[in-house]
């Protein structure tokens, strides 16, 4: 299996500008969340996904910040305009059923790392 | 002003000693415990779990501890190798809860 993977994996951009991150999870996963890692902050949940659908998105930032899952094999994370302070490590990660939350096999993919300058 | 980040404290351990890392949890209804670790440019990964009702689980070379009155997570890793080093963080989920909450992170070196 080829894990998760993300892309880009690095990414730098200009203030104000559109960026959007992708992620394909591992097959046959249900459950697909996006993390942000920050030094300030650390690592944060900032939305998760059920079969394609957005189950629990408090931990967006802001209304800069989207995220869709159009399939089960597809999500995106969108930052439109993005700002200095967005500049970080996003992961995207995915598990089958919670095992995610009550198991810990919560499978991470290798990041995109965002700056924005 | 400037920004201030986290300054994760880094545990130093020769090549073959046990290591030890700590992990303090704030919320008592924590019911499940998970450790990762963070290779550089890597996504975290799973190395080992523990549920409320247990004290102590061994997997390979590393065992996890958990005292839940004083609310304390520790990860001893045995016969420490060059390739354990990494950020190590510990994970905590809330029993019916649908978020994992990640520590601070500690940075493991290993001297060889």
């Known amino acids: 299996d080829a894990g998760v993977i993300q892309s880009p994996r690095h990414e730098v951009t200009e203030m104000g500008q559109e960026v959007t991150l992708r992620c394909k999870p591992i097959s046959g996963h249900d459950y697909l969340f996006w993390y942000r890692q920050t030094m300030m902050r650390g690592l944060e949940l900032l939305i998760y996904?059920?079969?394609?659908?957005?189950?629990?998105d408090s931990g967006m930032p802001e209304d800069r910040f989207s995220a869709k899952m159009p399939n089960a094999s597809f999500s995106t994370l969108k930052i439109q305009p993005s700002e200095p302070r967005d500049s970080a490590v996003y992961f995207c990660?995915?598990?089958?059923?919670?095992?995610?939350?009550?198991?810990?096999?919560?499978?991470f993919g290798e990041g995109s790392r965002l700056t924005v300058l | 002003g400037e920004s201030v980040g986290l300054h994760l404290p880094t545990l130093s351990v020769q090549e073959g000693d046990n290591s030890i890392i700590n992990c303090a949890y704030s919320n008592s209804a924590s019911d499940y415990f998970i450790w990762y670790k963070q290779e550089s440019g890597k996504g975290p990964q799973f190395i080992i779990d523990?549920?409320?009702?247990?004290d102590k689980r061994q997997g390979q070379r590393v065992t996890v501890l958990l005292n839940k009155t004083v609310k304390h997570l520790s990860l001893q890793i045995a016969a420490t190798q060059p390739g354990d080093s990494a950020v190590y963080f510990c994970a905590e989920n809330e029993e019916y809860g649908n978020k994992l909450v990640f520590g601070a992170g500690t940075i493991l070196r290993v001297k060889s």
């Open positions: 990660a995915s598990s089958f059923g919670l095992a995610g939350m009550n198991t810990g096999e919560l499978f």
């Open positions: 996904f059920n079969n394609n659908v957005p189950i629990d």
């Open positions: 523990i549920r409320s009702n247990m």
